[in-house]
């Protein structure tokens, strides 16, 4: 067997390959048809054991801190980006090997063989896109497309493959008269097919990939533009004349929408039809309901809450943390329609991207804050953050709370949720945090003939407020920094401190307290699988 088959049939099947991943994509964009890369990623995702999971968002998350980019901009794309790389090494290993098993087993290629072939890789793929139900259209619909497409590629290959073997052929037996310039002749002849090959593949990649991409950025832009960046329909915020001002590079206070933080289980965002959409409420209830959005909204007291929502597998100063305005309805009131029977303990919610969770009902009983929610910013939840519905509980981390929720179930039994059964905490309460944003050596304040450096960040534990945050430099004497009225008691706070001027190298660190006085867990430890802990610092050279 020799090497070069192998290597030959990788080439002939990243060729090909990645056309069609790039047509296949152009389909998703154009008309919701079903992308098999991503497919195939979440289907991987929800099989493999919990530890491998959290051992790739880790190394993927500490490969971005390392190289100094956004996490909460940049980790789905990143995550996106490995699907796509996987299944493009899919096809190169389905080329090599078919390439390889047809020399050895000298396979003439035909139309049959092609089809053959292309059934072979195209078949489990296509089974699992259809299973895990990705795409809105039937999956008859699907099922055509990509059938197209498979048997294309196993077509594609078997030409290609029959090209190659003449050339060979032809330069393995010239004529005599040929010996010495033939090879050299067909030598030039086979590198300028598989250079137009490249060239044709190139060519349909980018104009599929760029048409996809473009479609993509479009659908984004116009699930948010909707949203006002200055706050719930243009109402002043509630601390608007508190007079501790931000220092400048302090993240915003109140989170844009489209800047948001964004982390959910499958590589894109479920979507899900909110005209048909129902919520169903089954188990131990007298009045099993099945809910429409509309009945949800006009139906129900609204209530408002500012809310600053965190992500569990942040490190510390992690940007996976936002505050927008919520607006839905209480989880109490919604129960109380359905009338939960005695004995009950959970309600068991699932969701449309294959996610659940389990909510002990002591908890919604004790906080009518607990809600169903379906709007933020004043404006329709975007499909990116769990239209038509998820909810919100109070002192939790993001991995608590489901999006796109599909169905309520009241029962006696709990059940682990998703991120608890890969080994994430069950309770997950938020841990008291706080962060250093900037270091504003551009913006100095002077003060009785003294120059100041502002320093300022944020300080969050969940609904437990904070009393104090203090910033320390160089190791010295704790100081106690300026606090601004936080949006709502289950939002960050704003802190501000004035450090006096002085040149050379400095470390600044931060900590706090939660508003009953108790202090931030000050020893670092990592996000696994409780949140993590530790003190924040910042590095600065001032001159």
Known sequence: ?????????????????????????????????????????????????????????????????????????????????????????????AGAVFFTVFKWQNVKANLITGIVIGALFGFPAIAISIGMGSSNLSPLLNLVWL?????????????????????????????????????????????????????????????????????????????????????????????????????????????????HYQVFIELEPTELDGATWKLPITGMVNNPLMLSLDEIRNNYEPRNQYVTLSCISGRIGTSLISTTYWTGVSVQDVLADAEIQEGARYLFITSGDGFYESVPLYLIYSDPRIMFCYAWDGNTLPVGHGFPLRIWIPDRFGMKQPKWITGLEVTDTYTEGYWVERNWDETAQI???????????????????????????????????????????DGGAWEQAQLRSPLSETTWVIWRYEWPFQTGDHTFEVRCYTAEGELQVEESTESRPDGATGIHSVEETIS
């Open 1 to 93: 067997m020799k090497p070069k088959f192998f290597f030959t049939g990788a080439l002939i099947g990243g060729v090909i390959t990645a056309p069609m991943i790039a047509l296949m994509y152009l389909g998703n964009q154009l008309f919701d048809l079903a992308f098999v890369p991503f497919d195939v990623f979440n289907w991987m995702a929800r099989l493999l054991p919990g530890p491998v999971i959290t051992f790739g968002i880790d190394l993927m998350i500490d490969t971005l801190r390392f190289l100094g980019v956004n996490v909460a901009d940049t980790a789905k794309i990143a995550e996106q980006i490995m699907a796509v790389s996987l299944y493009f090494a899919l096809g190169l290993l």
């Open 431 to 473: 841990r008291t945090t706080s962060v250093i944003d900037t270091v504003a050596v551009d913006h100095i304040v002077e003060k009785g003939g003294q120059q100041f450096i502002p320093v300022g960040g944020i300080a969050f534990a969940g609904d437990r407020g904070i009393s104090k945050v203090e910033i320390r430099v």
């Open 147 to 259: 059938l197209v497409l498979f048997l294309g590629w196993g077509v594609a290959f078997t030409k290609i493959y029959g090209k190659l073997s003449r050339y060979e052929t032809t330069l393995t037996i010239p004529s005599p008269k040929q010996a010495e310039e033939a090879p050299s002749v067909q030598k030039v002849d086979r590198r300028t097919f598989l250079i137009l090959l490249g060239a044709g593949a190139a060519t349909i990649t980018v104009i599929g990939a760029g048409l996809g991409a473009l479609l993509s950025r479009e659908e984004e832009q116009n699930d948010s533009m909707a949203h006002d960046t200055e706050g719930p329909e243009g109402k002043p915020f509630p601390n608007s004349d508190d007079p501790v001002i931000p220092v400048p590079g302090t993240r915003p206070e109140y989170t844009p929408v489209k800047d």
